[in-house]
């Protein structure tokens, strides 16, 4: 039984009418040129929104966004963000320049019932991650309620998401949160076989994943430059390819705690990552030229591991994905996913790039909002936002 309460039980107790919600959302997306490039958090974020204004709460809705260390970075402001989520809403969405302090607190004060206010980027000060008593105090003397919705952001115990949590009540889970939390479920109780397949650049990124996976799932299948680790934790030849000499010993302890872990057997690869850069596919890379992207044989293999599969979890391109030349192993990936009968569940920004690309969203079982946060859920660990709800 789950000791987190939710929105639903909020409103049945009717804890949210004229009270002042403090909604911790991740919103934490891509921007260019002041324009929201990818919304799907924002869109994931409005269900829980809508529920809190309907009911007649004020709601303080907060984020991060990117990483400014603590410092005030304009690109990083989250006001573009207002504008993505009231064309979302479809009702006005007020901003307010600051977090916390006075002028937090006017805005906080100025809104109606049914009316919602976006804080800036709760990053611009550095007690959001380090978890500050004083700024989640801050946090607090603008809250009445506390609903955390931000499962991209449960992994990280940041005073919005943890310390905030203690010294408000009543909180709750989101609907997103709970929703990705029931959904992930599948990877945790999984129907065999179960596939991972995971990329991306660094082993030292996603070595917990990788140690817990690799005996969990049936099959772990290795992609992006963390495979070219451990390629050379093995001896092979990697020439000029991105490798951590420091995670060799960690490469092999994975390699010998999985029960098959699969590693691109074909490699494209190239001088450097550009575009238009000379690139080939070969078995064996030679000195000088790296590892850009798995092969079309590697990609084919793991494509017929997806079909086999009954379960699969993918988080992590295969490749330099963002290099037009070198996404041909990720889209290959992706469409046998999208093809196979599994339940599937796919995770990271990368991976979602790649199945929104081929307009394949509707035939994954899951698109998680969390990378970070998804993979530590599926390894079994808590997360610090989920457990900071618990009453
Ligand atoms: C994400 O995009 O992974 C989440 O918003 C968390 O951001 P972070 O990795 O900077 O903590
Ligand atoms: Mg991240």
């Not at 506390?146 to 952001?153: C, I, L, Q």
């Not at 005996?215 to 990697?238: E, I, N």
């Not at 330099?320 to 339940?343: H, I, K, L, M, Q």
């Not at 307009?359 to 989920?386: C, M």
Request: hydrophobic share 45%; proline share 5%.
């Amino acid at each position: 039984m789950s000791l987190v309460r939710n929105v639903d039980s909020l409103l049945a107790d009717g804890e949210v009418s004229g009270r002042r919600v403090f909604l911790r959302a991740d919103l934490n997306v891509p921007i260019r040129d002041g324009v929201v490039t990818d919304d799907s958090r924002v869109r994931a974020s409005i269900p829980t929104l809508r529920r809190l204004l309907d009911a007649g709460a004020r709601v303080v809705l907060a984020s991060h966004l990117g990483r400014p260390k603590g410092h005030r970075r304009p690109a990083l402001s989250l006001a573009p963000v207002a504008d993505a989520v009231a064309a979302q809403l479809g009702r006005p969405v007020a901003f307010c320049g600051e977090c916390i302090g006075p002028e937090a607190e006017a805005a906080v004060a100025a809104l109606a019932d049914g009316e919602v206010v976006l804080l800036e980027n709760l990053r611009f000060h550095a007690g959001e991650t380090n978890n500050e008593p004083a700024f989640a105090a801050q946090l607090a003397a603008l809250a009445d309620v506390y609903v955390n919705d931000a499962f991209g952001t449960a992994h990280r115990a940041h005073a919005s998401t943890t310390g905030l949590a203690a010294l408000v009540s009543p909180r709750a889970a989101g609907l997103l949160l709970e929703s990705e939390l029931s959904h992930l479920q599948v990877a945790l109780e999984p129907t065999r076989p179960f596939l991972c397949l995971l990329g991306g650049s660094k082993v030292s990124d996603k070595l917990g994943a990788l140690e817990a996976l690799a005996s969990r799932a049936d099959v772990l299948a290795v992609g992006g430059a963390m495979a070219y680790t451990f390629l050379a934790a093995q001896d092979h030849p990697v020439g000029s390819s991105l490798v951590e000499p420091d995670r060799f010993e960690d490469a092999q302890r994975v390699l010998a705690a999985a029960k098959r872990l699969l590693l691109p057997t074909d490699h494209v690869i190239a001088r450097e990552i550009r575009a238009d850069a000379e690139h080939r596919v070969v078995a064996t890379i030679p000195e000088g030229w790296m590892g850009v992207d798995i092969g079309p044989e590697t990609a084919s293999r793991y494509a017929e591991e997806a079909a086999a599969a009954k379960t699969i979890l993918w988080n992590g391109p295969m490749g330099v994905f963002e290099t037009d030349p070198f996404a041909a192993g990720t889209r290959t990936v992706a469409r046998g996913v999208a093809n196979s009968p599994a339940e599937s569940i796919v995770g990271g920004g990368d991976s979602l790039a790649a199945i929104d690309k081929l307009s394949l969203g509707d035939r994954i079982g899951h698109l998680s909002t969390g990378g970070g946060a998804s993979l530590e859920y599926v390894q079994g660990l808590e997360l610090p936002g989920v457990a900071a709800l618990e009453t």
